[in-house]
């Protein structure tokens, strides 16, 4: 029965399949799927990569004429700013009825109508946008010639050439996934190293086909001298309004009502690093944070936590708002109200993110995270945090590309509580029942430390944790800014940065050259702005800011919008399947291949059985 079922299901699709070629004119076009495996590119230096090319459909053999590879770096920037003079209607009250739940959820009951407001945020009179997209340089080389025979895959080897500059890194974040419609003042940048295999068939057609990406590892020069080792900063309420509804600035006039700023505790940290403050990648980062009252007022000390960001600002972006006028725009794309600060990781083989693809034990997989973030109590009596952060592989170098800059800093958060009665008023709708045990909270740290003994959660010898403490507290914040550079050797050449004038580019070859260049190009990089329609149906959609009609309806995006740096950071990476060649020949996986290093033309491909 099932056979009977699988032949008709054959029939019914050869006969579908028969009546469409009947019906086209034309076959369907050979299609070639490309693949490159590469060194990461860096100053100074040849990277070794193999390009790998195979033909689906066993009729196309022989319809591949040549295959050239193509290396190019492009750089992306966007922005959407408030014209000079601009004016957003405020949001007003409304006379429509309160919705239920609303109160509970937004803290009081009146509605306010966004509609004016909302609309105005895709005005094209009161907002410029713009986006452009820089191919800094383009390298070329055929690797594959004269009609191949692709019944097999063909895998071919070729280098590329890098002179003493200082190309920028490749981020893995794609940042692009927070942006919701309606877009507010905005920045974003992208750049990506793509390979495409350049296939010419035999019929004059070409295709670039996407063979993967790959990424650049800056070396940073910098005099160890220099480093520091110790800072007083200040905490600080560094809350980013980038939110200023009437529901939040009513917050903020409660907060300050109940809980005025003047009568707040003062609070500094002296900071000691081990080392100073240039941090190799890979190696740990070792200190000290003492914080210290300055200031004694209605908020106490609770907890410490000590991580490394990395903070990027869109400096083309920047420029262009303060020349059009838009004051704001720097400090709302700026740390702390940039989105781009956490979790950007550069693009490297090494990354935990890639570790599993190595594991040749299933189970390491699980123990292998690392923490960046830690949280110590600390109190007047107990004010040191002795902390050992890793600095991950992957964090991301400080470095200056054409449309962004990226900055590392040292981030303290010192979370402070304030007393149940300012919380009861900052909050009165959290408050409606007495929390049983409240009044246990005290802040003799003896009685505290009792009241933990008479707690199962609580650890021997440290103070109850009050039910109550996730809305008595507040998150201050202190930076210390820190360089990151890549570990392993100091190069002795001095390596120019790619956007001084005179910088070079690289160079694909054909082959396993092995030997630099005689020369190498300028660099010329092609600026492509995109149309603004399309910039627009990106940065224009309409939307709304309501809390609580974003609470109810989450607008992303539509997702068919434009965007010309959407396949930026698709593909596979060359660098990870380069390691896997390494580590597959290592252990035996893939037979070792001695390198055959000559600096002749010599075309080097070989067939690998599938
Ligand atoms: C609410 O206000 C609008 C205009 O401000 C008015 O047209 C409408 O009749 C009012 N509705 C009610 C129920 O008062
Ligand atoms: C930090 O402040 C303390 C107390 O005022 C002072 O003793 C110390 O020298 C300061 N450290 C630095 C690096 O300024
Ligand atoms: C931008 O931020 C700085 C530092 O916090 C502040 O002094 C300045 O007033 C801000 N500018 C505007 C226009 O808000
Ligand atoms: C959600 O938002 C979209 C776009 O703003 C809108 O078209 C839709 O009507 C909203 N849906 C609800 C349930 O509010
Ligand atoms: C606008 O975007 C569409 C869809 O991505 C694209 O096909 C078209 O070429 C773009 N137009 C211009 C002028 O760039």
Known sequence: MKTLLASLLLAALFAASSASDVETTHPEPC??????????????????????????????????ASVALRLQLDEFGEFKYLKGGAIIPEVQPSNQSTPSGYADWMGSDVVYDYQAHDDSLSDPALWAVKAEERRAWTTEATLIENNPDLSQPIVTAFTVAVPCVNYPPVLQSNHRHILRAPVLKHSFSDLSYRYFAVVTFIDGRIEDVPAGRTTFIPSLQLNPQQTLRTWNVTFEDFDCRRDTSPAMKKRDEDLEKCLPEVDRSSFVAEITLEEGNILQRGQSLKGRVTVRRTKDGSTAMSDISVSLVTSFRDHWAQAQAAAGGDVEFYNSTSWPCSPLLYGSRELCAESERFAYVFDENDEERMIRSRHLSFMKPVSLADPYYDFEIEVPPETPVDFTSYYTTGESLLQLRLTVLYSIDIAKCVQPNDFKSNIPGDEEMTTDETAATEEGMWNMYTRV????????????????????????????????????????PGALAPVLRSGAQLKMPASFPPVQPIFTVEALANTSARLMQPGSTDPYQRRMNITRLQRDYPDPARNYQNGNYAGVLWKKKVVAEERGILPMRTEVVDGGDRQQSFHIAP
């Open 461 to 500: 010898g440290k103070s109850a944790i009050s039910d109550t403490e996730w809305s008595r507290s507040m998150t201050l914040q202190a930076m210390v800014p820190i360089t990151v550079v890549r570990g392993g050797a100091v190069p002795t050449l001095p390596i120019m940065h790619y956007l001084t």
């Open 31 to 64: 299609a070639v799927r490309a693949w490159v495996r590469a060194e990461d590119l860096s100053p100074d230096h040849i990277s070794r990569g193999e390009l790998r090319i195979k033909v689906p459909r066993a009729e196309c053999a022989n319809q591949i």
